[in-house]
Every structure is written in structure tokens, then in C-alpha cells.
Nanobody, 127 residues
Framework: QAQLVESGGDLVQPGGSLRLSCTTSGFELDYYVIGWFRQVPGKERAGVSCISFSNGGTSFASSVRGRFTVSRDTTKNTVYLQMNSLTPDDTAVYYC????????????????????WGQGTQVTVSS
């Protein structure tokens, strides 16, 4: 059974860094794009980044480009979201999700395209 599990969420001070992990199982990952999304109460879930597991191609939302990076470890079937220069606006529950595909199109930051989701991990940026 396909499964995604996020981890790494925490309380961090403004300007700090955090790395989230998305551990996968039950996937032939070479045929999937893994997306990262975030959601705050009362707002729609928003795309942050996505990565093609087969070729490592990436896309980023403009709000995080230059601060966040995404990578994958093919030996561990895990995708990482490295978040730097965090601000309170980055506070949210972060989710990873899987979409069948091999190209990390910018359009794949649309959460409505995804059917397989993790449970989320809380990131709080506050002093």
C-alpha cells in the first residue's frame, strides 16, 4: 500500500532553518513526482515545491524560491525539503503528496492534482 510519512516539523526562530522529510513506501518512485504543500487554518492548501524522483527536476512557488530546496535520496526512498531563512509566514502544517509523472512541472504545485497524501507535520516559526 502506497504511504507517505512526513517528519521534521518543529518550532524554530525567524531566520532559522529546518529540514522536513517525506519517507515513502509502496511506490515505484521513478514514476512519481513528490510535492510539498502547506496549509494554515482557514486557508487553502498551497503548493511549495515538487521534485521528479526519476531525474531530480524541481519547481518552487515564488514565495519560497531561493530559500527552500528540495532533494531526494533514492537509496532511502525519501524526499527532503530544506527550509532556510524562515519567517512567521512559513508557519503551517506541511504535507507531502505523490503524483504519477516524471517531470516536475510548475503546474504540479496544484494540490488538486494529488491523490496520495501524508498526514502532515507542523512547522511553527516564532520568537
Amino acid at each position: 500500500q502506497a504511504q507517505l510519512v512526513e517528519s521534521g516539523g518543529d518550532l524554530v526562530q525567524p531566520g532559522g532553518s529546518l529540514r522536513l522529510s517525506c519517507t515513502t513506501s509502496g511506490f515505484e518512485l521513478d514514476y512519481y513526482v513528490i510535492g510539498w504543500f502547506r496549509q494554515v487554518p482557514g486557508k487553502e492548501r498551497a503548493g511549495v515545491s515538487c521534485i521528479s524522483f526519476s531525474n531530480g527536476g524541481t519547481s518552487f512557488a515564488s514565495s519560497v524560491r531561493g530559500r527552500f530546496t528540495v532533494s531526494r535520496d533514492t537509496t532511502k526512498n525519501t524526499v527532503y525539503l530544506q527550509m532556510n531563512s524562515l519567517t512567521p509566514d512559513d508557519t503551517a502544517v506541511y504535507y507531502c503528496a505523490a503524483l504519477r509523472g516524471t517531470i516536475a512541472h510548475l503546474a504540479y504545485l496544484n494540490p488538486k492534482l494529488y491523490r496520495i497524501w501524508g498526514q502532515g507535520t507542523q512547522v511553527t516559526v516564532s520568537s
